[in-house]
């Protein structure tokens, strides 16, 4: 088995499909690539229970190496655990170092001890490694009987969700087996609070700054901000360069120290810029994707965010089409997306004054950024009652842009000026038959739609609905502008389902249930809102 996987990679690494084998009508694509897909799932699972079976095994030597002790030699039980004795029978046989060896065995014999359930479901191929060790990290405080809880709670719907929205149930789980131990817990970590620094190889370090997560969200977003805001003209630098630079602008005050060959921040001047290139003449794709956030587990607070391609500070009452507001829409159809994203020019040498003479352009630009600003507000937050293991109704805090905290937090930050969230009950009002008509929905249906998905709607997919596009299930004006037939779909997945790549269906009950059909594959896939309540309930397989 083995040497054949080994082949078959080496002809993947050289050889692309050729057209005959494109074009054979035995074989059509389509259905090349469905069973690729499901044999990519099988294998997946066939992994997950692969590594189960080993944990099971490595907990079973313990088991007998500690027999084994006590027929050899009882004394050794006082100098060598049954756990140090297997490690050193591993370590050579799987090529691993003592120390690998010796954490594998232990993280084994733990799993298979206090979450024996998590491991009969890993064997089985419903978990994966990764969402098995964030099930043992989130129980790692908690007692054997709070952790039996948490593990009946969770696994249900776990093999649904992928390894973030696990995690986001299990915060809310343990919050809410024990509310009290939790804020314990979060006062604790709040006193080793911290910034710490260590180098990185070819010139570069990296800061790690452990913060509030109030704190910790609003600091993302002014960096962020002020790296939209600083994007030039002839900017050649990916999202992440300017997150970076615009940091050191905040801290420093000044450009970042590159070295002497490096490419320069900015471009000309701004008196000296030249228009950005019509659509129309050029040929170069739009980037694809709204653009980059924090990534799906790591979002920030509900900070406006200016548009990738301003150049200068954005007039409260002028911001850009693209500025993602709370409230305010922000709908495409597919014949707008090219012309609301235009190409981003590339690999452009930028002309004009030296280095030395436009260096400090960056920094007028941050500076402009921060004076022009809008004061920051903290983040909203929603306090829902939730069913606990045992049944009971407990009150969990949602956080927005960070998750589930407990109620204690959340009152205090309601106290110090937080705006309040109420669950997204429809509110029972219907559009006009005009509005309707109206591409653009009503602001408090806009509001409605992203209170009720909470998230993009694409499986797994966790961009903050404040931040998507509103997209008619049924492309308008075939479809109406009502309740059942928008959602919030992220730039990327807009595109996906615009290109023809993907079908959406919503059902008509106004729950805003939706299902996900592969044009490519025939693969289906049913989504749930997720609104603020902090309920995720991940993404049902509907294929056979």
């Given at each position: 088995m083995f040497e054949e996987m080994s082949r078959l990679a080496e002809r993947l690494s050289r050889v692309a499909p050729t057209e005959a084998e494109v074009a054979d009508p035995d074989q059509p694509l389509p259905d090349r690539m469905r069973a690729l897909v499901d044999e990519l799932a099988m294998q997946q699972r066939v992994t997950a229970a692969s590594e189960g079976r080993s944990m099971v095994i490595m907990a079973e030597l313990c088991k007998w190496a500690e027999q084994w002790q006590h027929i050899h030699d009882p004394k050794?039980?006082?100098?060598?655990?049954?756990?140090?004795?297997?490690?050193?029978?591993?370590?050579?046989?799987?090529?691993?170092?003592?120390?690998?060896?010796?954490?594998?065995?232990?993280?084994?014999?733990?799993?298979?001890?206090?979450?024996?359930?998590?491991?009969?479901?890993?064997?089985?191929?419903?978990?994966?490694?990764?969402?098995?060790?964030?099930?043992?990290?989130?129980?790692?405080?908690?007692?054997?009987?709070?952790?039996?809880?948490?593990e009946g709670k969770v696994l249900p719907a776990g093999h649904d969700q992928t390894a973030g929205e696990l995690r986001r149930a299990l915060t809310k789980t343990v919050i809410a087996v024990d509310p009290e131990a939790a804020e314990r817990r979060r006062k604790y970590a709040g006193r080793d609070r911290s910034v710490s620094r260590w180098t990185r190889r070819d010139g570069t370090g990296a800061i790690e700054a452990v913060l509030s997560a109030v704190d910790s969200g609003e600091i993302y977003d002014l960096i962020d901000e002020v790296a939209r805001r600083t994007k030039t003209t002839q900017d050649?630098?990916?999202?992440?360069?300017?997150?970076?630079?615009?940091?050191?602008?905040?801290?420093?005050?000044?450009?970042?120290?590159?070295?002497?060959?490096?490419?320069?921040?900015?471009?000309?001047?701004?008196?000296?810029?030249?228009?950005?290139?019509?659509?129309?003449?050029?040929?170069?794709?739009?980037?694809?994707?709204?653009?980059?956030?924090?990534?799906?587990?790591?979002?920030?607070?509900?900070?406006?965010?200016?548009?990738?391609?301003?150049?200068?500070?954005?007039?409260?009452?002028?911001?850009?089409?693209?500025?993602?507001?709370?409230?305010?829409?922000?709908?495409?159809?597919?014949?707008?997306?090219?012309?609301?994203?235009?190409?981003?020019?590339?690999?452009?040498?930028?002309?004009?004054?030296?280095?030395?003479?436009?260096?400090?352009?960056?920094?007028?630009?941050?500076?402009?950024?921060?004076?022009?600003?809008?004061?920051?507000?903290?983040?909203?937050?929603?306090?829902?009652?939730?069913?606990?293991?045992?049944?009971?109704?407990?009150?969990?805090?949602?956080?927005?842009?960070y998750g589930p905290v407990t109620s204690h937090y959340a009152q205090h930050l309601l106290a110090a000026g937080a705006a309040v969230v109420?669950?997204?009950?429809?509110?029972?009002?219907?559009?006009?038959?005009?509005?309707?008509?109206?591409?653009?929905?009503?602001?408090?249906?806009?509001?409605?739609?992203?209170?009720?998905?909470?998230?993009?709607?694409?499986?797994?997919?966790?961009?903050?609905?404040?931040?998507?596009?509103?997209?008619?299930?049924?492309?308008?004006?075939?479809?109406?502008?009502?309740?059942?037939?928008?959602s919030g779909v992220c730039r990327r997945h807009h595109r996906i389902k615009t290109d023809g790549a993907w079908q959406l269906e919503q059902t008509t009950d106004g729950t805003g249930t939706m299902t996900w059909t592969s044009r490519v594959t025939g693969r289906r896939y049913t989504t749930h809102p997720r609104g603020t309540t902090g309920e995720w309930q991940g993404t049902t397989s509907n294929h056979s």
């Open positions: 050794l039980l006082d100098e060598l655990g049954a756990d140090d004795l297997v490690a050193a029978e591993i370590a050579p046989a799987l090529h691993l170092a003592p120390v690998t060896a010796a954490i594998r065995i232990r993280t084994a014999v733990e799993i298979s001890t206090r979450l024996p359930a998590t491991l009969a479901a890993m064997c089985r191929g419903d978990l994966d490694k990764g969402r098995v060790l964030a099930i043992r990290e989130a129980v790692a405080e908690l007692d054997d009987d709070l952790t039996a809880k948490v050649t630098r990916s999202m992440a360069a300017r997150r970076a630079d615009a940091f050191v602008h905040l801290l420093l005050g000044r450009d970042p120290h590159l070295g002497l060959d490096d490419d320069p921040p900015p471009g000309p001047a701004p008196s000296d810029r030249e228009p950005p290139p019509d659509p129309a003449d050029t040929d170069i794709r739009p980037e694809p994707g709204w653009p980059a956030g924090a990534g799906d587990d790591h979002q920030g607070f509900d900070q406006p965010a200016a548009p990738d391609h301003a150049t200068g500070p954005v007039d409260q009452d002028e911001r850009a089409w693209d500025e993602p507001v709370l409230g305010e829409p922000v709908l495409v159809e597919p014949a707008d997306l090219d012309q609301r994203f235009p190409p981003e020019p590339a690999d452009l040498e930028p002309p004009g004054p030296t280095r030395s003479e436009r260096i400090s352009e960056l920094a007028a630009l941050a500076l402009a950024a921060m004076t022009s600003r809008r004061p920051p507000r903290l983040p909203w937050v929603a306090i829902n009652q939730t069913t606990g293991p045992d049944g009971t109704t407990v009150p969990v805090g949602e956080l927005a842009g109420p669950p997204p009950t429809p509110s029972g009002r219907v559009p006009t038959a005009a509005q309707a008509r109206t591409h653009d929905p009503p602001a408090w249906l806009d509001r409605e739609v992203r209170d009720r998905d909470g998230t993009c709607r694409f499986p797994g997919c966790a961009r903050a609905a404040h931040r998507v596009d509103l997209d008619h299930t049924v492309e308008f004006p075939r479809g109406p502008t009502v309740r059942e037939n928008l």
